[in-house]
């Protein structure tokens, strides 16, 4: 017999990355909120950091009607700066935005509280990690005042905490109102990334690290301790995949109560005639500004792949899929050119006048401008690690190569200068995506990829690769998803996995590209919010009975 599961009253939904676009985080967030305001109708409320105070959020529709009479009660009686509004997303959902800056007065004795109650050490704090816990204390207060002022002791309650940034907030409810269910969710545990990102190999030697003994040699003891206390003290753990389940069992010694997979939502792609026509208006616009930048003729028939997503440079595979198209530019049985687009940003400055010079005219040219590969100027460009690796491959775009590259260092947020789209724009005109990362807990940019009809390669060392392993039916990149085996030591044989999926694409007819583009689209179907949501009703469930169970004792 299956039990009833308990279902919320009030969500209240904490993270760093609420109306502000920052990192995977975002996605998970934005994407899931239409499914649960359907459900919950303006009971779930996203907290996140009123860092745009001065400025205009496009992300941010404020309202001065929405909870006016608790807003006045939130600054006169716990001095908190709030504005209300809502997330310009689907769904709609309300959003409370906290300035935060008044609580770094009072830092070391919420530190200091925090020490006595749960034992997180602060005293080896740095960079963001002030900001991050400021933000958290305020969060949590803010979850508080509402829940004061507008809720009861019958209204079952949920604070979900996302990341080591919001852990604090949540030990705080923990403590201050008891009648609050918490959870927490890691989506990557703090330092197993450190220690991927340090070229130490994760995952054969899991089982032998000491998570809090590698937070001191690599400096992460802070962040590793709210991550690691509030994994243990809050009501419900969670993170995103299984992958990321065996570092919390070894590093945080605590494994998830609950895994909630990422999923998407089909109300972000564009249907039909659109879809068709932004997607050749993608690829025309790649092609024009690789043409103007490379000095070349290349048209429809060219193979555009990309990369794309945070500057880890090893950890997001980006080392090994510049080595791939270096083999891939020495085979001679390659039958398309293939142009290769590397969207990850970077330090840069300024978009390049040379090029937009170019790109303003209808002239076509036979040479290629200084630097062929990037389009935007870099601080310390000697010291990229992209331009770097492409500089000892050998992959300087010359006239003879039929696999060139170009390195856009900048968030595609419609407003760069060269592209001006944004990334979901350009995403949909691809032929094929390369994700080949050695440290992804979950992996949304494959999961978008997919989502927009566009074939992806992935690894075994990402959540979203291990879910696909899982489908019935799939065969690799013919059916939409090519999962190749990742491991600590096998560098070069996915860098040929990489280079040999890309041949067999350039082989492909239309009927057969299509067929895979269809297909690809199937695994994002199974990834719908519909089919995970599931995950995350279990995990209230199980966050209210132990906070009815606090209320009891």
């Known amino acids: 017999m299956v039990k009833d599961l308990l279902v919320p009253d009030y969500i209240f939904e904490a993270s760093w990355e609420v109306c502000n676009k920052v990192g995977g985080i975002y996605t998970v967030l934005s994407t899931r909120a239409n499914t649960l305001q359907a459900k919950f109708h303006d009971r779930i409320l996203f907290i996140g950091?009123?860092?745009?105070?001065?400025?205009e959020n496009p992300l941010f529709i404020e309202s001065d009607n929405l909870c006016a009479v608790w807003k006045t009660y939130a600054k006169e009686k716990d001095k908190l700066?709030?504005?209300?509004?809502?997330?310009?997303?689907?769904?709609?959902?309300?959003?409370?935005?906290?300035?935060?800056?008044?609580?770094?007065?009072?830092?070391?004795?919420?530190?200091?509280t925090l020490w006595n109650r749960f034992q997180v050490d602060s005293l080896h704090a740095y960079g963001d990690y002030d900001e991050a816990s400021m933000f958290s204390y305020a969060a949590g207060k803010v979850?508080?005042?509402?829940?004061?002022?507008?809720?009861?002791?019958?209204?079952?309650?949920?604070?979900?905490?996302?990341?080591?940034?919001?852990?604090?907030?949540?030990?705080y409810l923990q403590d201050a109102v008891p009648e609050i269910a918490t959870i927490f969710t890691t989506h990557a545990t703090s330092i197993g990334r450190s220690i991927a990102g340090n070229n130490k190999p994760l995952y054969d030697y899991l089982f032998a690290y000491n998570g809090?003994?590698?937070?001191?040699e690599l400096n992460m003891q802070s962040k590793h301790s709210i991550e690691k206390q509030t994994a243990h003290y809050v009501d419900c753990f969670t993170t995103v995949s299984e992958i990321t389940n065996n570092e919390c069992k070894e590093l945080l010694d605590k494994p998830a109560d609950v895994v909630l997979m990422n999923g998407f939502e089909d109300d972000f792609v564009p249907k039909g005639s659109t879809f068709a026509g932004k997607r050749k208006r993608a690829r025309a616009l790649m092609l024009h500004v690789a043409n103007h930048l490379l000095g070349t003729k290349w048209g429809d028939d060219t193979l555009i792949v990309?990369?794309?997503?945070?500057?880890?440079?090893?950890?997001?595979?980006?080392?090994?899929?510049?080595e791939a198209l270096a083999r891939l530019n020495k085979e001679k049985d390659l039958r398309r050119n293939v142009l290769a687009f590397v969207y990850v940003p970077a330090w840069s400055f300024a978009p390049r006048e040379d090029l937009q010079m170019r790109m303003k005219g209808k002239e076509e040219y036979d040479t290629p401008l200084k630097a062929p590969f990037i389009t935007h100027w870099l601080h310390d460009a000697p010291h990229d690690q992209v331009l770097g690796q492409m500089h000892y491959l050998g992959m300087g775009n010359y006239p003879d190569s039929k696999v060139?590259?170009?390195?856009?260092?900048?968030?595609?947020?419609?407003?760069?200068?060269?592209?001006?789209?944004?990334?979901?724009?350009?995403?949909?005109?691809?032929?094929?995506?390369?994700?080949?990362?050695?440290?992804?807990?979950?992996?949304?940019?494959?999961l978008e990829s997919v989502a927009f009809g566009v074939p992806t390669i992935t690894?075994?060392?990402?959540?979203?690769?291990?879910?696909v392993n899982g489908l019935k039916n799939q065969r690799g990149i013919m059916d939409g998803v090519e999962v190749l085996h990742r491991s600590d030591t096998n560098y070069s044989e996915v860098a040929d996995g990489i280079k040999d999926t890309i041949m067999l694409m350039a082989d492909k007819t239309e009927k057969e590209v299509a067929l895979m583009h269809r297909k690809a689209s199937g695994v994002a179907e199974q990834a719908l919010w519909k089919h995970f949501i599931q995950y995350y009703y279990e995990a209230y469930d199980i966050a209210l009975r132990k906070a009815m169970q606090r209320q009891l004792s």
């Open 404 to 446: 060139k590259i170009i390195f856009v260092p900048c968030y595609l947020d419609g407003h760069d200068g060269i592209l001006n789209k944004e990334y979901y724009d350009i995403l949909l005109g691809m032929d094929l995506t390369v994700y080949p990362s050695y440290y992804e807990p979950w992996g949304y940019t494959p």
């Open 143 to 171: 979850a508080e005042s509402f829940y004061r002022y507008n809720l009861t002791e019958t209204d079952k309650v949920v604070y979900q905490a996302h990341e080591w940034m919001t852990g604090l907030g949540a030990l």
């Open 49 to 55: 950091p009123d860092v745009w105070i001065g400025k």
């Open 212 to 216: 809090d003994q590698m937070a001191e």
């Open 459 to 467: 690894t075994t060392l990402a959540g979203f690769g291990l879910w």
């Open 306 to 322: 990309c990369t794309s997503g945070r500057y880890e440079f090893k950890n997001k595979g980006l080392d090994v899929f510049l």
């Open 81 to 112: 700066s709030v504005r209300v509004g809502r997330w310009a997303i689907p769904g709609e959902p309300i959003v409370i935005l906290v300035d935060f800056s008044s609580f770094f007065e009072k830092k070391n004795d919420i530190y200091t």
